[in-house]
């Protein structure tokens, strides 16, 4: 069955740039039946969409990072990545790469990973 | 702020039906999917579109909606129940994905 694995830095520095990746595994990011996603959780608090990505490369981003945010595909890798610019530590969270399928169910999430920012 | 409206937290008896809301004005046009997040753990699909379960999800987790309000049911809860429930849709514009604030779930 289809795994998602974030992959990236643990820490950031302030004001620089966060950058990681999903690798799929187990299927092709290229199915035409899903998009891929990026969400993140700080701490003790709720889940925040940050953005999505077809394998068209056609993307969609949350109003409150889209100045930030650049979400890309690499369909010969079985990957998607995310960038967010211009870091503080409100950006400090669990980040999850999920596919989304019928209906915009995040049907499978990858296993998080914990990105500090931090100097 | 969320356009998805959760209860903070929400308490059952072990055995009881629990039902866990999410409104939004873009419930009438969207469906809710629902979402279980145990700590340390990343969230698990529940239900999604009408009332449909991912493959290996109990049938004691079922999903409605009237109006602007999706409903998470559990009929007869158990202690492996107890966790944090968030639902998400589109936006009123139908261009984004937004999450409510989620709701803990203690099951007595």
């Known amino acids: 069955q289809v795994q998602l694995q974030e992959s990236g830095p643990g820490l950031v520095k302030p004001s620089q740039t966060l950058s990681l990746t999903c690798t799929v595994s187990?299927?092709?990011?290229?199915?035409?039946?899903?998009?891929w996603s990026w969400i993140r959780q700080p701490a003790g608090k709720g889940l925040e969409w940050i953005g999505r990505?077809?394998?068209?490369?056609?993307?969609n981003y949350n109003p409150s990072l889209k100045s930030r945010v650049t979400i890309s595909v690499d369909t010969s890798k079985n990957q998607f990545s995310l960038k967010l610019s211009s870091v503080t530590a409100a950006d400090t969270a669990v980040y999850y790469c999920?596919?989304?399928?019928?209906?915009?169910?995040?049907?499978?999430w990858g296993q998080g990973t914990m990105v500090t920012v931090s100097s | 702020s969320s356009e998805l409206t959760q209860d903070p937290a929400v308490s059952v008896a072990l055995g009881q039906t629990v039902r866990i809301t999410c409104q939004g004005d873009s419930l009438r046009s969207y469906y809710a999917s629902w979402y279980q997040q145990k700590p340390g753990q990343a969230p698990v699909l529940v239900i999604y579109g009408k009332n449909n379960r991912p493959s290996g999800i109990p049938d004691r987790f079922s999903g409605s909606s009237s109006g602007n309000t999706a409903s998470l049911t559990i009929t007869g809860a158990q202690a492996e129940d107890e966790a944090d429930y968030y639902c998400?849709?589109?936006?009123?514009?139908?261009?984004?994905?937004?999450f409510g604030g989620g709701t803990k779930l203690t099951v007595l």
């Open positions: 990505i077809y394998t068209s490369g056609s993307t």
């Open positions: 999920a596919q989304v399928g019928a209906n915009d169910a995040f049907d499978i």
């Open positions: 998400n849709s589109r936006d009123s514009s139908g261009n984004q994905v937004v």
């Open positions: 187990g299927g092709s990011i290229s199915s035409g039946s899903y998009y």
